[in-house]
């Protein structure tokens, strides 16, 4: 499995604000993901992070709130853009390292954030 | 598009019994079905999956089982210990050649000593 870091690992914003969130991974893998996890709930997958394009968004998020930058195959970013109190939420990355065919998704530690 | 349910919610057991936890999928193109533990505070941990060419899969006190008819697939823990306290998740990869993960909606899993 790969080492995976994010940045920050929490922080309190107010609304209105932007926060970008990094995450770096220790070897180059195939896949980035970025997933939300709401207090008490399930992870839901916000965007694939594609190498050199665009991200894909899953549907109810949109580019323009949730900005996001792959620019080689071990770091990406996401950015939650004017924030409110309903962002607050755990946001993780995920990878699939490895070869083609790889399955398995390994999750960063989370960024913990609250709007105020 | 796929949809994966998880039950029960939550799931209370006497230190030393069995626990399963069961999930049903919907779309019968996907392939892989991961299990993933996560404590307080911490990241997502995979602790066993199951590819659809399999029926079964067994890891020391943790096993899955999957049943491609059906669709569901179910983990089973045996033996349990208050270190198996947590929230469990179970996801299915979205269709045959996706690598979108779908998560249930979790299971809190309390062992009592």
């Known amino acids: 499995s790969a080492v995976i870091s994010q940045k920050p690992s929490r922080d309190i914003c107010q609304r209105g604000t932007s926060l970008t969130i990094q995450c770096q991974v220790d070897s180059q893998v195939t896949m980035m993901f970025w997933y939300r996890q709401q207090p008490g709930q399930s992870l839901t997958l916000i965007a694939t992070?594609?190498?050199?394009?665009?991200?894909?968004?899953e549907s109810g998020f949109v580019i323009d709130k949730f900005p996001i930058s792959r620019p080689n195959l071990t770091f990406s970013t996401l950015t939650v853009s004017n924030m409110s109190p309903e962002d607050s939420s755990i946001y993780l990355c995920s990878v699939v390292p490895g070869t083609r065919g790889e399955k398995t998704q390994y999750f960063g530690p989370g960024t913990r954030l609250l709007v105020l | 598009g796929e949809n994966v349910e998880q039950h029960p919610s939550t799931l209370s057991v006497q230190e030393g019994d069995s626990a399963v936890i069961k999930c049903t999928y919907s779309?019968?193109?996907?392939?892989?079905f991961p299990w993933y533990k996560q404590e307080l505070g911490k990241r997502p941990q995979l602790i066993i999956d199951i590819r659809s060419n399999v029926g079964e899969k067994k890891d020391q006190r943790i096993a899955v089982t999957l049943n491609k008819t059906a669709k569901h697939f179910s983990l089973h823990i045996t033996e349990t210990q208050p270190e198996d306290s947590a929230v469990y998740f179970c996801a299915a990869l979205k269709g045959e050649y996706g690598n979108k993960l779908v998560f249930g909606a979790g299971t809190i899993l309390r062992v009592k000593s």
């Open positions: 992070a594609n190498q050199g394009s665009e991200a894909t968004y």
């Open positions: 779309d019968s193109a996907s392939n892989y």
